[in-house]
T-cell receptor, first 117, second 114 residues
């Protein structure tokens, strides 16, 4: 069974607007972590934001925030004030297990975001 | 502070040849991971090291694949008798144990097997 589902193969957003990239996950482990990575055309995976399963508040990192809805098993990424440099592939990923276990991440298939003028 | 570096960036080889990739992690990181990414997919875990010990290998890693991390520093990934299905981006990542353990990735080695 697919553990990470990203249903949006591609998204467009106008510069300076906000955009939400969807991610749902499936796990029976009560302890897990959720990550978002950005992959520009250069190929490098860039860490954006992390949410732990026991974290009480939604994670935020600058223009990135994670809309964590545990009961719905969703972890959507919100990018505010989009910039042209945000155009890239975005991957949602999950690590099962408590902090300290190896980061064997399971990735979704990604969403390609294109920011337009 | 240098990031994770991988060499080469691109490798073209003929089916049946052996290839070796190198990864230099962030110096203070004790864990090193190899992932493989095929076109249109997210990366898939292959193996990881804690210091010099290889602690886990995915079933994706066939007997033709071998990875080493001598002295717990750089790592190499060797593929013997390459097949066309091995064509992919091979990504290396490193991390420091503790906390949410963010992975820092290199730019990858793009392998094309002809």
């Amino acid at each position: 069974a697919q553990k990470i589902t990203q249903t949006q193969p591609g998204m467009f957003v106008q510069e300076k607007e906000a955009v939400t990239l969807d991610c749902t996950y499936d796990t029976s482990d009560p302890s897990y972590g959720l990550f978002w990575y950005k992959q520009p055309s250069s190929g490098e995976m860039i860490f954006l934001i992390y949410q732990g399963s026991y974290d009480q508040q939604n994670a935020t990192e600058g223009r990135y925030s994670l809309n964590f809805q545990k009961a719905r098993k969703s972890a959507n990424l919100v990018i505010s004030a989009s910039q042209l440099g945000d155009s890239a592939m975005y991957f949602c990923a999950m690590r099962e297990g408590i902090s300290g276990t190896a980061s064997k991440l399971t990735f979704g298939t990604g969403t390609r975001l294109q920011v337009t003028l | 502070d240098t990031g994770v570096s991988q060499d080469p960036r691109h490798k073209i080889t003929k089916r049946g040849q052996n290839v070796t990739f190198r990864c230099d992690p962030i110096s203070e990181h004790n864990r090193l991971y190899w992932y493989r990414q095929t076109l249109g997919q997210g990366p898939e875990f292959l193996t990881y090291f804690q210091n010099e010990a290889q602690l886990e290998k995915s079933r994706l890693l066939s007997d033709r694949f071998s990875a080493e991390r001598p002295k717990g520093s750089f790592s190499t990934l060797e593929i013997q008798r390459t097949e066309q299905g091995d064509s992919a981006m091979y990504l290396c990542a490193s991390s420091q144990t503790g906390g949410p353990e963010k992975l820092f990735f290199g730019s990858g080695t793009q392998l094309s097997v002809l």
